[in-house]
């Protein structure tokens, strides 16, 4: 069984700093991109930034320059630093990592399988 859990998010004024963590666990054969997305009530969810597990990001526009996405491979791992945090950012922050899982061997190969897993979701307010 695969989980991921979040932590470090909070309410903070604009201007302010936050960072998301995320730490993935479990039967855990490989991991893909691991990003974080957010949603607030009555929006579709949208991406924030991902990052491969080479280590290429990518980012929304409104987080450029503002947001960081990092990872530690050997520790199953995904931060979001946040800085000068504005009213705008306030949402439900989700943690997403594509996980392979359950490996095995075949004449002339190996294979596993690849799902999406979802963090439970951590709240971030930013106050005016």
């Known amino acids: 069984q695969v989980q991921l859990v979040e932590s470090g998010g909070g309410l903070v004024q604009a201007g302010g700093s936050l960072r998301l963590s995320c730490a993935a666990s479990g039967s855990i054969f490989s991991i893909n991109d691991m990003g974080w997305y957010r949603q607030v009530p009555g929006k579709q969810r949208e991406l924030v930034a991902t990052?491969?597990?080479?280590?290429?990001?990518r980012y929304a526009d409104s987080v450029k320059g503002r947001f960081t996405i990092s990872r530690d491979n050997a520790k199953n791992t995904v931060d979001l630093q946040m800085n000068n945090l504005k009213p705008e950012d306030t949402s439900l922050y989700y943690c997403?990592?594509?996980?392979?899982?359950?490996?095995?061997?075949?004449?002339?190969?190996?294979?596993?399988?690849?799902?999406?897993?979802w963090g439970q979701g951590t709240q971030v307010t930013v106050s005016s």
């Open positions: 997403h990592a594509e996980i392979g899982v359950s490996p095995g061997t075949y004449d002339g190969g190996s294979y596993y399988f690849q799902y999406d897993y």
């Open positions: 990052i491969t597990s080479g280590g290429a990001t």
